[in-house]
């Protein structure tokens, strides 16, 4: 059982950067991969950015792609997500997920457990 507490999120304008932090509980962090999502008002919740056991490995969504940089650090049991060049369709909920597997995640079925969020805004 993992539990997933995001922070970092809140305003920002445009071209600015925020950190995302997601702490785990659990002393397994190391074997799960993680992934970070966002949903958007009235839309429909999309795959971010996702991260290997070891962070040696990660895949990016075209739109955040270069932007957008994911990490961990598994002996503080946290997964990071840095944003910069922050656009204001960047605008959403932003959810960290954990899997059961070392390797990558794209979809949300294949995320086992989930944070509450935590809110980004980036205006124009």
């Known amino acids: 059982q993992v539990q997933l507490v995001e922070s970092g999120g809140g305003l920002v304008q445009a071209g600015g950067s925020l950190r995302l932090s997601c702490a785990a509980s659990?002393?397994?962090?190391?074997?799960?991969?993680m992934g970070w999502f966002r949903q958007a008002p009235g839309l429909e919740r999309e795959f971010v950015a996702a991260?290997?056991?070891?962070?040696?490995?990660?895949y990016y969504a075209a739109s955040v792609k270069g932007r957008f940089t994911i990490s961990r650090d598994n002996a503080k049991n946290t997964v990071y997500l840095q944003m910069n060049s922050l656009k204001p369709e960047d605008t959403a909920v932003y959810y960290c997920?954990?899997?059961?597997?070392?390797?990558?995640?794209?979809?949300?079925?294949?995320?086992?457990?989930w944070g509450q969020g935590t809110q980004v805004t980036v205006s124009s």
């Open positions: 991260i290997t056991w070891s962070g040696g490995n990660s």
């Open positions: 997920a954990a899997r059961e597997d070392v390797g990558l995640g794209l979809e949300i079925h294949e995320y086992d457990y």
């Open positions: 659990g002393r397994t962090f190391s074997r799960y991969g």
